[in-house]
């Protein structure tokens, strides 16, 4: 089955908003109301502030224990609305490989925001 994207001049039609989280920590998961309903699918990239720097976090296991434990990840969940889950250990892998931004220590807490798209039909 072929989908049939809404475009406008060319595009696909995009409804954006920005949800701010605020300062997240460790081990934790936050859950923020929908912009555009909690029962409509919608697409999200979550970032952090280190450094004055904002980043997406990547994800980075942890081969001793076989458990992703430093990372940041937001999503959809249905009848919930727009969910950030942090890792076990940290926000990010520090001086490891698996990070878009490498601040060089590792970072139990810090602001975080979280960008929300839905497709509009």
């Not at 004055?52 to 296991?61: C, D, E, I």
Request: proline share 5%.
């Amino acid at each position: 089955m072929d989908i049939q994207w809404p475009l406008i001049n060319g595009k696909p039609d995009l409804d954006y908003a920005l949800l701010d989280f605020g300062t997240v920590y460790s081990n934790s998961r936050y859950v923020q109301a929908s912009p555009f309903g909690n029962n409509t699918p919608v697409i999200c990239w979550v970032e952090i502030l280190v450094n004055g720097r904002w980043f997406a976090t990547g994800n980075l296991s942890d081969m001793t224990s076989n458990s992703i434990t430093r990372f940041v990840v937001s999503g959809y969940v249905e009848s919930e609305g727009v969910v950030v889950q942090t890792g076990k250990t940290s926000l990010h892998g520090g001086t490891n490989v698996g990070d878009l931004y490498n601040p060089g220590t590792l970072v139990t807490s810090a602001p975080c925001r979280v960008h929300v798209w839905r497709l509009v039909a």
